[in-house]
């Protein structure tokens, strides 16, 4: 199976702790993209990154949110001291231009306590 | 920034013809994108327009008229499994990254 994977699929946490994403892009992909969908709401652009690089990180808070995505290995979408606010799917996309076709992954959900 | 609607559910009968639309408002359109999204899973991508036009992949065809700002996605025979949320993206303004909008929510009943 060449698609996207990301893991873990579900992640709990408590206040305060954590999280890690990971993801890592079909083969032969090296853009990256993380969304994030609330329930009811469309999903969100969060950062683009291509190995090494963050390209557009607009749709990321500023804190408290970081992204990588090192040139061995998956990409890491990481949530430091998590709130409540944060439990939503984390989606990861990748593509093999910046211009071709995003091919999501089956998502993180994350469940702050 | 982009403004993009889409209805927010739709039922339609099994075998049926469903057409769920999208308008959008937007400078430097890039081309428009359709998903498919089942509860709890992945989007996974129907199609893509950048030029006017019906594009047609199977029972799933999609429309696009730029000058109008109007996209819609047509599902025929329609089955049980095309029960889902079916998502609307417009990338535009030279930006590489897709605008979602909310999704509409299809619901096939027998």
């Known amino acids: 199976n060449a698609g996207v994977m990301q893991n873990p699929r579900h992640l709990v946490r408590r206040r305060g702790q954590e999280a890690r994403l990971r993801c890592s892009p079909m083969k032969g992909h090296s853009h990256v993209y993380w969304y994030r969908q609330l329930p009811e709401e469309g999903l969100k652009f969060m950062v683009y990154l291509q190995k090494e690089n963050i390209i557009d990180e607009s749709g990321m808070p500023k804190e408290r949110f970081s992204a990588e995505f090192p040139k061995e290995g998956p990409s890491i979408l990481r949530i430091q001291q998590v709130v409540r606010g944060d439990s939503a799917a984390y989606f990861c996309?990748?593509?093999?231009?910046?211009?071709?076709?995003?091919?999501f992954g089956p998502g993180t959900r994350l469940l702050v306590l | 920034g982009q403004n993009i609607d889409q209805p927010t559910e739709m039922t339609a009968t099994e075998g049926a013809i469903v057409q769920i639309n999208c308008t959008y408002q937007?400078?430097?359109?890039?081309?428009l994108f359709w998903y498919q999204q089942h509860a709890g899973e992945a989007p996974t991508f129907l199609s893509y327009n950048v030029l006017d036009g019906l594009e047609e992949k199977g029972r799933f065809s999609s429309f696009l008229s730029r000058s109008k700002g109007y996209s819609y996605l047509l599902l025929k025979e329609l089955q049980m499994k095309d029960s889902a949320s079916y998502l609307c993206a417009v990338k535009a303004g030279g930006s590489y990254i897709p605008t979602f909008g909310r999704g509409t929510s299809l619901i096939v009943h027998p």
């Open positions: 937007t400078s430097g359109f890039n081309g």
């Open positions: 996309a990748s593509s093999s231009t910046e211009l071709e076709t995003q091919y």
